[in-house]
């Protein structure tokens, strides 16, 4: 089992664009998460899908959402994209507790 | 809402010593207190969760309630330890599952 895998690895976008980032969870697992990590700053929660639904919202604004599909893997989407949206982009999957990590997808925006 | 505190940045130690990495949380209720560890060019992995109180390579953490702490502890440092140490809560209790993490703690173990 490779774990949860998420592609991207790394992206580069301008200001305005829009930007989908993949995962696929670690098998076994029904929930996902998504989390933002700015350089230097632990994960920050954005949301996380159960049962193909957002079951929990962070603090983010409505430009990113996200969806979960019948297999469990999940899509997070950033519209409008700002300077301040550059950073690693970590999916985590898990069935209850613990939840287990993925490598990431860097974003960079010009 | 709930928050994580780890107060060091980067905790340098030499080989054999004793390590405490510090982790203060606010919340009112029961959460659920994480370890995760990242070593060079590897994921984010879960070190030690305190429902579990078990000893992951030599490391222990106990919640202590009154003081809101979860510290992290090793009796001798190791060199392969080097890395950076992420405290975590979930309010499990409360049907939430989100992880709140600190800002993070670098270990660095000198030989």
């Known amino acids: 089992d490779a774990g949860v895998t998420q592609s991207p690895t790394h992206l580069i976008k301008t200001r305005g664009q829009q930007v989908t980032l993949r995962c696929s969870p670690k098998?076994?697992?029904?929930?996902v998460s998504w989390y933002q990590q700015a350089l230097g700053q632990g994960p920050q929660f954005i949301f996380q899908y159960y049962e193909e639904e957002e079951r929990q919202r962070g603090n983010f604004p409505d430009r990113f959402s996200g969806h979960q599909f019948p297999n469990y893997s999940s899509e997070l989407n950033v519209n409008a994209l700002l300077l301040g949206d550059s950073a690693l982009y970590l999916c985590?999957?898990?069935?209850?507790?613990?939840?287990?990590f993925g490598d990431g997808t860097r974003l960079s925006i010009l | 809402a709930q928050r994580v505190t780890q107060p060091e940045k980067l905790l340098s130690v030499f080989k054999g010593a004793p390590v405490e990495l510090k982790c203060n949380y606010s919340y009112s209720g029961s959460p659920e207190l994480f370890w995760y560890v990242q070593y060079s060019r590897q994921r984010l992995q879960l070190l030690l969760r305190?429902?579990s109180r078990e000893s992951i390579k030599g490391f222990t953490a106990d919640l202590n309630k009154g003081e809101t702490s979860f510290h992290l502890k090793k009796p001798f440092a190791q060199e392969e330890d080097s890395a950076m140490y992420y405290c975590a809560l979930s309010l499990t209790d409360t049907g939430r599952r989100a992880l709140t993490f600190g800002s993070g703690t670098r270990l660095q173990v000198q030989p």
């Open positions: 098998s076994g697992h029904d929930t």
């Open positions: 985590a999957s898990s069935l209850g507790q613990p939840q287990h």
């Open positions: 305190h429902i």
